[in-house]
């Protein structure tokens, strides 16, 4: 059996790993590369789409899935395994992506047709899209999914709605992808899954090389970034991933506003975003406890009082009146998307605020901006930069070197490590860490083959969620604890809090017996 890494290796895009094994040949991950080397996205596939017999999807962002129609395209036809919020944000991301690439090739070709040259077509059409989306079956947490007599199990990666960490077992060999992992404490997705045994971890490394603030040192960045941007008087833009980072915004927005009484226009100004707010409503089961912690007190987490989602092209160029506001819009590496046209008219004023929230991949205009570029050229006219650019790294949806390492030790069967989803310097640095841990460490190259052997120990498929001492058992116990000291009358407010915390416990505590 053998793994290619056709994506993801030494950088932090294109996930896409091919693997062989028991007469199959399967995905995971068929991403799409975004920033420096996009031009690949292009060329054909190294393989024949037609025949693989199945892929596994740890997620819906676009660097995980976004060449999935393109590999349709070119013939693939087995089934795709992903989550229910995963296939449903696909749904979203793609469309846009294809309305994207079909305004891209459309001003292209008239460039072309005024040159001489010839016309271009888009990378897939939207009958692509449709035929993939057909492909998608839903799996739920927990469960052992056969797919051709190999067994996985997707497991809850914290990262985004939906996201996977996924288990497979072939041949005698276990292989744990990580995905994209999330923090140990988000606020949005909880913690990620705890695994203690495989033969090879594909370990992702966005973020191996550093690590993130706490959350009180974010929340008091982000509030004084706000607060200097009011103070400012002109636009707040801030590029974001329309999906699990503008909704996290939404939610720390909402704090704020309560907090610092402000009364800037709020836009959200991405049709795609608003449908992905939508799903992100719809499983808040998932979501983490403060997130429940709102939904329990009668609050949409997702709802802020003096927001617009804005949809129409008019109503977005209608902004561009409005001097004081807060936006924001996609893409969050200032790849495309409408906060470039936010970005044409505000990013030579000084009393624009430019703050970004989410990872910036080399050769994108949000690096760029962060590296100090003091002009930039957008639909053909030079822009000078002028405006402040504030960084905020905390609203990571990525694990960081502690909590990479924090997951790597739950670890106890002694697999080998194989990073990857990180830039060449930051993997070959996380590799080395790990390395001085006493642990096996490969980072391949893009198109390296890595043949996989079997360990020693033997290695069983498990079904339920690895047993981990409960930390949220133990709050609840200190909690009740606490409050056996005081008074607490009947009827008072406390005590009818107190007996709806009681349904919900008893709730749980079917669900476990259930579950078992």
Same mark, same amino acid.
């Given at each position: 059996?053998?793994?290619?890494?056709?994506?993801?290796?030494?950088?932090?895009?294109?996930?896409?790993?091919?693997?062989?094994?028991?007469?199959?040949?399967? *995905? =995971?991950?068929?991403?799409?590369?975004?920033?420096?080397?996009? &031009?690949?996205?292009?060329?054909?596939?190294?393989?024949?789409?037609?025949?693989?017999?199945?892929?596994?999807?740890?997620?819906?962002?676009?660097?995980?899935?976004?060449?999935?129609?393109?590999?349709?395209? +070119?013939?693939?036809?087995?089934?795709?395994?992903?989550?229910?919020?995963?296939?449903?944000?696909?749904?979203?991301?793609?469309? +846009?992506?294809?309305?994207?690439?079909?305004?891209?090739?459309?001003?292209? !070709?008239?460039? !072309?047709?005024?040159?001489?040259?010839?016309?271009?077509?888009?990378?897939?059409?939207?009958?692509?899209?449709?035929?993939? @989306?057909?492909?998608?079956?839903? =799996?739920?947490?927990?469960?052992? =999914?056969?797919?051709?007599?190999?067994?996985?199990?997707?497991?809850?990666?914290?990262?985004?709605?939906?996201?996977?960490?996924?288990?497979?077992?072939?041949?005698?060999?276990?292989?744990?992808?990580?995905?994209?992992?999330?923090?140990?404490?988000?606020?949005?997705?909880?913690?990620?899954?705890?695994?203690?045994?495989?033969?090879?971890?594909?370990?992702?490394?966005?973020?191996?090389?550093?690590?993130?603030?706490?959350?009180?040192?974010?929340?008091?960045?982000?509030?004084?970034?706000?607060?200097?941007?009011?103070?400012?008087?002109?636009?707040? @833009?801030?590029?974001?991933?329309?999906?699990?980072?503008?909704?996290?915004?939404?939610?720390?927005?909402?704090?704020?506003?309560?907090? @610092?009484?402000?009364?800037?226009?709020?836009?959200?100004?991405?049709?795609?975003?608003?449908?992905?707010?939508?799903?992100?409503?719809?499983?808040?089961?998932?979501?983490?406890? &403060?997130?429940?912690?709102?939904?329990?007190?009668?609050?949409?987490?997702?709802?802020?009082?003096?927001?617009?989602?804005?949809?129409?092209?008019?109503?977005?160029?209608?902004?561009?009146?409005?001097?004081?506001?807060?936006?924001?819009?996609?893409?969050?590496?200032?790849?495309?998307?409408?906060?470039?046209?936010?970005?044409?008219?505000?990013?030579?004023?000084?009393?624009?605020?430019?703050?970004?929230?989410?990872?910036?991949?080399?050769?994108?205009?949000?690096?760029? *901006?962060?590296?100090?570029?003091?002009?930039?050229?957008?639909?053909?006219?030079?822009?000078?930069?002028?405006?402040?650019?504030?960084?905020?790294?905390?609203?990571?949806?990525?694990?960081?070197? &502690?909590? @990479? *390492?924090?997951?790597? +030790?739950?670890?106890?069967?002694?697999?080998?490590?194989?990073?990857?989803?990180?830039?060449?310097?930051?993997?070959?640095?996380?590799?080395?860490?790990?390395?001085?841990?006493?642990?096996?460490?490969? =980072?391949?190259?893009?198109?390296?083959?890595?043949?996989?052997?079997?360990?020693?120990?033997?290695?069983?498929?498990?079904?339920?969620?690895?047993?981990?001492?409960?930390?949220?058992?133990?709050?609840?116990?200190?909690?009740?604890?606490? *409050?056996?000291?005081?008074?607490?009358?009947?009827?008072?407010?406390?005590?009818?809090?107190?007996?709806?915390?009681?349904?919900?416990?008893?709730?749980?505590?079917?669900?476990?017996?259930?579950?078992?």
């Amino acid at each position: 059996m053998r793994i290619t890494f056709l994506g993801a290796a030494r950088e932090v895009t294109g996930s896409c790993y091919l693997i062989e094994g028991r007469n199959k040949r399967f *995905l =995971v991950d068929c991403g799409m590369v975004q920033g420096s080397g996009e &031009e690949r996205n292009a060329a054909s596939f190294s393989f024949d789409p037609g025949s693989i017999d199945f892929l596994l999807l740890t997620h819906a962002h676009l660097d995980h899935s976004g060449r999935i129609p393109f590999l349709y395209k +070119d013939g693939f036809r087995g089934k795709i395994f992903a989550t229910a919020p995963t296939i449903e944000l696909c749904e979203v991301l793609w469309l +846009d992506m294809y309305k994207i690439m079909l305004e891209e090739t459309n001003r292209t !070709n008239r460039k !072309n047709l005024r040159a001489g040259r010839p016309s271009i077509e888009p990378l897939y059409t939207e009958e692509d899209v449709m035929g993939a @989306l057909n492909l998608f079956e839903p =799996v739920g947490y927990d469960e052992i =999914v056969p797919a051709d007599n190999i067994e996985s199990v997707f497991r809850n990666a914290a990262h985004i709605i939906g996201a996977a960490t996924i288990e497979i077992w072939i041949d005698g060999v276990k292989l744990v992808f990580s995905g994209d992992l999330g923090p140990f404490y988000n606020v949005m997705e909880g913690s990620p899954p705890i695994i203690d045994d495989a033969d090879y971890v594909i370990l992702e490394s966005t973020y191996g090389n550093r690590r993130h603030k706490t959350l009180e040192e974010t929340r008091e960045e982000f509030e004084n970034a706000i607060r200097e941007a009011l103070r400012s008087g002109g636009k707040v @833009l801030i590029p974001s991933f329309v999906v699990d980072r503008a909704q996290r915004l939404i939610y720390e927005l909402s704090l704020l506003k309560n907090k @610092l009484k402000f009364d800037f226009p709020i836009f959200f100004d991405s049709p795609m975003g608003s449908k992905a707010t939508e799903i992100y409503q719809k499983y808040m089961g998932l979501m983490a406890g &403060e997130i429940q912690k709102q939904i329990f007190q009668g609050h949409d987490p997702f709802v802020l009082p003096g927001m617009s989602y804005v949809s129409s092209p008019d109503e977005s160029r209608a902004i561009n009146q409005i001097e004081k506001a807060i936006v924001i819009a996609g893409s969050g590496m200032c790849t495309g998307g409408r906060i470039i046209h936010h970005l044409k008219h505000g990013l030579w004023k000084p009393n624009t605020d430019l703050i970004f929230v989410g990872y910036q991949a080399q050769g994108t205009l949000g690096r760029l *901006l962060v590296d100090g570029i003091k002009k930039v050229k957008l639909f053909g006219e030079e822009i000078s930069v002028k405006a402040k650019i504030n960084t905020i790294n905390g609203f990571s949806a990525h694990a960081d070197q &502690e909590d @990479l *390492l924090k997951w790597s +030790d739950y670890f106890k069967s002694k697999p080998t490590f194989i990073i990857t989803h990180g830039e060449e310097e930051i993997a070959e640095t996380f590799a080395r860490i790990l390395k001085k841990r006493g642990r096996a460490v490969i =980072v391949p190259q893009l198109g390296d083959t890595i043949e996989l052997v079997k360990k020693e120990q033997k290695i069983c498929i498990s079904v339920a969620p690895p047993a981990v001492e409960s930390t949220v058992l133990q709050a609840i116990n200190s909690k009740i604890e606490s *409050l056996q000291k005081k008074k607490i009358f009947t009827g008072t407010d406390s005590d009818h809090l107190l007996q709806s915390a009681l349904l919900l416990i008893e709730e749980a505590e079917r669900k476990i017996s259930s579950d078992q």
